[in-house]
């Protein structure tokens, strides 16, 4: 399984920003969607946003807005990794969670981050 190194997590008061970020720790170059999802205490874990090779993003409806998804696949024309960032801004409590990133790839089971912890509360 491919690792995944997250971070940028924190605490913020309710308004506030952070951005997440979340690289593969070697060079894959089949990776063709990155995604966040994240896990609230006592909740199941649900999707946030997603972005593909092809450009396309998704996002979760209550994040619309306020996050934003960016990622940079790993190609043959430079020594980049795959990583996947989260900017997430006008932050609200309803926020707060463990956030994973997510890699899926062709040929190669899916990789998950190890969580990082997101705190909105004033």
């Known amino acids: 399984q491919v690792q995944l190194v997250e971070s940028g997590g924190g605490w913020v008061q309710p308004g506030g920003s952070l951005r997440l970020s979340c690289a593969t720790s070697e060079r894959i170059l089949s990776a063709y969607v990155m995604a966040w999802y994240r896990q609230a205490p006592g909740k199941e874990r649900e999707f946030v946003a997603s972005?593909?090779?092809?450009?396309?993003?998704?996002?979760?409806?209550?994040?619309k807005g306020r996050f934003a998804v960016s990622g940079r696949f790993a190609n043959s024309e430079d020594n980049s990794q795959n990583t996947v960032w989260l900017q997430m801004d006008s932050l609200k409590p309803e926020d707060t969670a463990l956030y994973y990133c997510?890699?899926?790839?062709?040929?190669?089971?899916?990789?998950w981050g190890q969580g990082t912890q997101v705190t909105v509360s004033s």
């Open positions: 997510n890699m899926r790839f062709t040929g190669r089971a899916e990789s």
């Open positions: 972005i593909s090779k092809s450009g396309s993003m998704i996002y979760k409806d209550s994040v």
